[in-house]
Nanobody, 123 residues
């Protein structure tokens, strides 16, 4: 059973919006923190946003005002609403789950990862 499954990626023109979803299964559902990262070709995995089981959320500077992370415990899912997308947002977006409640801005804090979903923003 795949612990995390992302969906919702695709191609969109600059200024458009996308909503990514990540569904947790098994014990990953009980993870303390869940987050979104992205990785462009040739670059390191970059923190986007994270949310704790209690609902506290925080995001990277570039995401503030454009991206919103949320969770639906009943659906065992987290979401990333992305607005005003820019070409530089093009990347594979990954969902991660962590047993930690801090240091969620670093990929090494995460215990599980999804397979990723491609987001492409065209001019």
């Amino acid at each position: 059973q795949v612990p995390l499954v992302e969906s919702g990626g695709g191609s969109v023109q600059a200024g458009g919006s996308l909503t990514l979803s990540c569904t947790a299964s098994g014990r990953t559902y009980f993870a303390t923190g869940m987050g979104w990262f992205r990785q462009a070709p040739g670059q390191e995995r970059q923190f986007v946003a994270a949310i704790l089981s209690g609902g506290m959320a925080y995001s990277a500077d570039f995401a503030q005002g454009r991206f919103t992370i949320s969770r639906d415990n009943a659906k065992r899912a987290i979401y990333l609403q992305m607005n005003d997308l820019k070409p530089e947002d093009t990347a594979v977006y990954y969902c991660g789950a962590s047993w930690l409640a801090s240091n969620l801005g670093g990929p090494k804090s995460y215990d599980y990862w999804g397979q990723g979903t491609q987001v492409t923003v065209t001019v």
